[in-house]
């Protein structure tokens, strides 16, 4: 079964940073594009960024555009959120998804069970 496993969520200050990651398996990580999107409470979710099948393109919501870094590594099956400069307003679910390709990643294909990142004083 196709499996995406989300880690690194915490609880953190405003203006620290997190590094989220998502273990891929059962299906050619290599040969899709990655994305993030986040829930907070009673809001929907939200796209935060996407990576090529090859690291060569990425894009992000205006909302971290600038704070937030997504990479991948293929040898790993693993893609990664850098979160930098952290607001309260990031305190949500993160969840970690997969798609043939950043054009389709409004509709992602698999979706990890997610991880908590709370961002408080």
Same mark, same amino acid.
């Given at each position: 079964?196709?499996?995406?496993?989300?880690?690194?969520?915490?609880?953190?200050?405003?203006?620290?940073?997190?590094?989220?990651?998502?273990?891929?398996?059962?299906?050619?990580?290599?040969?899709?594009?990655?994305?993030?999107?986040?829930?907070?409470?009673?809001?929907?979710?939200?796209?935060?960024?996407?990576?090529?099948?090859?690291?060569?393109?990425?894009?992000?919501?205006?909302?971290? !555009?600038?704070?937030?870094?997504?990479?991948?590594?293929?040898? !790993?099956?693993?893609?990664?959120?850098?979160?930098?400069?952290? !607001?309260?307003?990031?305190?949500?679910?993160?969840?970690?998804?997969?798609?043939?390709?950043?054009?389709?990643?409004?509709?992602?294909?698999?979706?990890?069970?997610?991880?908590?990142?709370?961002?408080?004083?």
């Amino acid at each position: 079964q196709v499996q995406l496993v989300e880690s690194g969520g915490g609880l953190v200050q405003p203006g620290g940073s997190l590094r989220l990651s998502c273990a891929a398996s059962g299906f050619t990580f290599s040969g899709n594009a990655m994305g993030w999107f986040r829930q907070a409470p009673g809001k929907e979710r939200e796209f935060v960024g996407a990576i090529s099948w090859n690291g060569g393109i990425t894009s992000y919501a205006d909302s971290v !555009k600038g704070r937030f870094t997504i990479s991948r590594d293929n040898t !790993k099956n693993t893609v990664y959120l850098q979160m930098n400069s952290l !607001k309260p307003e990031d305190t949500a679910v993160y969840y970690c998804a997969s798609a043939p390709n950043p054009a389709t990643m409004r509709n992602p294909d698999y979706w990890g069970q997610g991880t908590q990142v709370t961002v408080s004083s």
